[in-house]
């Protein structure tokens, strides 16, 4: 058989497409494509269905079930880094600056009043 040289797009199992979407307008392409999406779900909706009943009755033959397969599966856990969550609880303060009274309690970044001088100073006894 000889190939064509016909510029039409093949659409699924040897369909040509005649529709021309130039001549559309917005609404009329909008309904296009939602009708097309709502095909399009319906179709891998019955695809599931049947590759899920295909996939248990090839499990029930070996007498096995597909949960049972499948809980086999699970990708496993990821074993990296632990990211140390605290609880939230205030850490008491252990610097203070005397002329504002404001406190520090020596974690994260040094406040400008602390900052380049000697830390024994502010430290609240």
């Known amino acids: 058989m ?3 040289d016909d510029t039409a797009t093949t659409l699924g199992k ?20 939602r009708r097309a999406e709502a095909l399009r ?4 909706e019955g695809a ?3 590759l899920l009943a295909k996939w ?7 007498n096995l079930s597909l949960d049972t ?6 990708p496993a ?7 140390r969550r605290g609880n939230g609880d ?14 520090w309690s020596g974690r994260g970044r040094e406040p400008i009043w602390i900052k380049g001088k000697n830390r024994e100073e502010f430290k609240i006894q």
């Open 41 to 44: 779900q319906e179709k891998q």
């Open 48 to 50: 599931k269905a049947a």
């Open 69 to 74: 397969i499948l809980a086999g599966q699970q």
């Open 90 to 103: 205030k850490v008491a303060a252990k610097f203070r600056d005397p002329e504002t009274g404001k406190t």
């Open 14 to 33: 040897g369909r040509t497409s005649s529709l021309n979407l130039d001549y559309l307008t917005v609404a009329e392409l909008t309904e296009v494509i």
């Open 56 to 62: 248990q009755a090839e499990a029930a033959e070996n």
């Open 77 to 83: 856990q990821r074993q990296g880094r632990k990211v």
């Open 2 to 4: 000889a190939e064509s």
